[in-house]
């Protein structure tokens, strides 16, 4: 690996140590980064949940102009307002969302939620 001097500016670096660099990181392999346990759709989920039960869930917040309110913020999807869960397995059982005069469409991944048994 390349290393500097604190003193040193990365404007200092020559073109070869630069390339040299790049390199290095390009060749390193991906198995060295740290990968998340969870990859909910851009933390809107807390790291625990189903990634699937996530992915339907904020797809149906987008597809409905985001107006659910308390969704999407980062908490488990079992708190979000109009959503239980099964205590057991905290997959999605029922989602209660007339009362909130919802316009848009059905996301395909709603389909996703494999414990869902009322809408």
């Given at each position: 690996?390349?290393?500097m001097?604190s003193?040193?500016?990365?404007?200092?670096?020559?073109?070869?140590?630069?390339?040299?660099?790049?390199?290095?990181?390009?060749?390193?392999?991906?198995?060295?980064?740290?990968?998340?346990?969870?990859?909910?759709?851009?933390?809107?989920?807390?790291?625990?949940?189903?990634?699937d039960?996530?992915?339907?869930?904020?797809?149906?917040?987008?597809a409905?102009?985001?107006?659910?309110?308390?969704?999407?913020?980062?908490?488990?999807?079992?708190?979000?307002?109009?959503?239980?869960?099964?205590?057991?397995?905290?997959?999605?059982?029922?989602?209660?969302?007339s009362?909130?005069?919802?316009?848009?469409?059905?996301?395909?991944?709603?389909?996703?939620?494999?414990?869902?048994?009322?809408?």
């Open positions: 690996f390349y290393t001097a003193s040193c500016s990365a404007s200092a670096m020559s073109q070869t140590a630069r390339v040299l660099l790049v390199l290095t990181l390009l060749a390193s392999p991906a198995t060295a980064l740290p990968s998340p346990t969870n990859s909910t759709p851009n933390g809107r989920c807390d790291p625990r949940d189903n990634e039960d996530c992915t339907g869930l904020c797809d149906l917040y987008l409905t102009g985001s107006t659910l309110q308390g969704w999407a913020n980062g908490s488990s999807l079992c708190g979000w307002p109009g959503v239980a869960c099964d205590s057991t397995s905290q997959r999605v059982t029922y989602l209660w969302l009362y909130n005069s919802l316009s848009g469409t059905v996301p395909d991944s709603l389909g996703s939620l494999a414990a869902l048994q009322s809408l």
